[in-house]
């Protein structure tokens, strides 16, 4: 099913991600607005049923998916009602992301019938999350929920992704995604150029792939990555909910929050279908060349 934007045509996602406060430490910083205030419970569930029994229909497809970001969420205690209402609702997988102040005298067990992926950051200066941290990977790897750490490749965390590579190998998560800056502003600082980033993040993916723990690579073009692109993970599109944009004002991922940019000659490329692409105003900064097709490995 598609859903027609002001970029064309695009799948109309099955998942829903809904940001509880207005801020939020620590998180994959993307183009969405800061919402002017957080959500009450009340909307929390008119916008679950929005996206699950509001969009069963033989134009609509429910949402399966949520994903839930906010400030202490596992020490609320109205998420714990959210997330029962949401499994009543139809939605199969659950990816709740939590900050450090969740995991001291985290409990998994609670949490296991509702909650399918835990994320944490993991950012320079992280070590405090170690402390907590390997405790609550284990408890959740003992409940059968899935841990995924999250860094941002800043120009600043780029001299420390080996130490955070080797410091997530000791937490030993499922997985970590490397995530390179998104544009978000004009006056954003400028992200890493290829040639400053590849040193590092190829040393950061070869600790992770020898501790057992999985790289992800997003928001970055496979003709950058070399040998790398093999861990480039694809983007999906989600309906995006915070108090400003709710129910049928709700946010689509792509393009609302995000567009990514593909040159013509991507169509050549044997990565295409694994590929988002780029950001165009990334592309016009000195350091960063033009798209190119990767020819087949």
């Not at 590849?198 to 928001?219: F, Q």
């Amino acid at each position: 099913m598609l859903s027609w934007t002001k970029a064309g045509a695009v799948k109309r996602p099955t998942t829903l991600q809904i940001r509880v406060q207005r801020r939020y430490p620590g998180r994959v910083r993307a183009g969405a607005p800061t919402p002017t205030r957080g959500l009450s419970h009340q909307e929390l569930l008119a916008n679950l049923r929005h996206f699950t029994e509001g969009q069963r229909g033989p134009r609509t497809a429910p949402c399966t998916t949520l994903v839930l970001s906010g400030v202490g969420l596992l020490s609320s205690p109205e998420t714990e009602a959210v997330l029962q209402a949401a499994r009543q609702l139809g939605i199969e997988r659950v990816v709740l992301h939590a900050g450090t102040e969740d995991l001291a005298g985290f409990q998994a067990e609670p949490w296991q019938p509702l909650v399918d992926v835990l994320v944490v950051p993991l950012q320079p200066g992280a070590s405090a999350l170690l402390e907590h941290g390997a405790r609550a990977v284990a408890a959740c790897r003992a409940a059968g929920i899935q841990v995924a750490a999250n860094t941002v490749m800043s120009r600043t965390a780029v001299p420390s992704l080996p130490a955070l590579a080797q410091l997530a190998a000791r937490l030993a998560p499922h997985s970590l995604t490397l995530s390179y800056p998104f544009p978000t502003s004009p006056d954003q600082p400028p992200p890493p150029t290829p040639s400053e980033l590849l040193p590092a993040l190829s040393t950061a993916v070869e600790l992770l792939e020898a501790a057992g723990a999985e790289p992800r690579v997003k928001g970055l073009p496979a003709c950058y990555l070399g040998d790398l692109a093999d861990r480039l993970q694809p983007s999906s599109n989600r309906w995006y909910v915070d108090a400003d944009h709710q129910l049928a004002r709700a946010l689509l991922f792509f393009p609302d929050v995000l567009a990514f940019h593909k040159a013509d000659v991507c169509r050549f490329c044997s990565r295409d279908d694994r590929c988002d692409g780029f950001f165009s105003p990334w592309l016009r900064l000195p350091g960063f060349p033009p798209l190119e097709p990767v020819s087949q490995p």
